[in-house]
């Protein structure tokens, strides 16, 4: 699939969106800090493991996160018996490098390359799934429209990932390159092949329900499920509505896998 020119995003502002900080907290009893190498830099990781056997979770996590805010939720994860490996953005966490949209987008290819290598070396044979919270969501979904040959579901957490709304952010939703951006991206999300879940809080004033009903057109058919959770904004969904966001996910994995 042709690479979208995400860098021009770049240009009008985009990258100022980024609030990157730097954690090198020790990880906690069974995880594992690991590196990325992309292009002449490293991205940090941080892998939790509940059982080799289990299906495990690349994830990309939101703007002004780190891996290493995971800790206390990777519990959660392997309550439902998932895996979970959590990848920083440029400049953020342990990683070096300074974000921008470009690298955001594009660093995914081989992040995904790594992380079945790594499962690979390892003997982890179960389904893997790719997830995106927030900003993360750009990230996910270029996996599972250009890199989704091994994985088996894709969960987009409180994100959109409309680059028209980016666009409009920036003050540039009438140019007309960033438009033609804007519609090579939809054409790529309507292009996903893999099973989606959407999980979105019904009160999220940061990326509005309307982006979320905007994503679930854009999939179709392929669309599993969208869970709204009642109540919860932007960055209390998790907490507001735990089991029915943990059920839905051990529901998609459950399905996709043994699709």
Not at 41 to 57: K, N, S
Not at 88 to 99: A, L
């Amino acid at each position: 699939m042709d690479t979208l020119d995400y860098g021009y995003l770049d240009t009008l502002g985009a990258g100022m969106m980024f609030f990157p900080r730097q954690d090198r907290r020790a990880p906690p009893a069974g995880a594992e800090d690991l590196y990325v190498p992309v292009d002449d830099i490293e991205l940090g990781a941080r892998f939790y493991v509940g059982d080799a056997a289990h299906p495990t979770l690349l994830y990309f996590h939101g703007n002004g996160e780190v891996a290493a805010d995971h800790d206390d939720i990777a519990p959660m994860y392997h309550t439902i018996g998932l895996n979970l490996l959590v990848v920083d953005f440029r400049g953020y966490g342990r990683s070096n490098g300074s974000p921008s949209f470009r690298t955001l987008v594009e660093d995914s290819g081989p992040v995904t390359h790594w992380f079945h290598a790594l499962l690979d070396e390892r003997g982890f044979a179960a389904p893997r799934f790719v997830m995106g919270r927030s900003l993360g969501a750009y990230p996910a979904l270029e996996v599972a429209a250009c890199h989704s040959d091994r994985m088996d579901g894709v969960i987009i957490e409180s994100g959109g990932a409309s680059v028209h709304r980016l666009a409009q952010r920036v003050g540039a939703e009438e140019d007309p390159r960033a438009l033609d951006i804007a519609r090579q991206h939809d054409a790529r999300i309507r292009g996903i092949e893999l099973p989606v879940l959407i999980i979105h809080g019904e009160a999220d004033d940061l990326v509005p329900m309307s982006q979320a009903r905007r994503l679930e057109e854009l999939l179709g058919p392929q669309m599993s499920e969208l869970l709204v959770i009642p109540f919860a904004g932007h960055n209390d969904l998790l907490w507001v509505g735990a089991e029915a966001y943990f059920e839905a996910i051990a529901r998609h994995i459950d399905l996709a896998g043994n699709r």
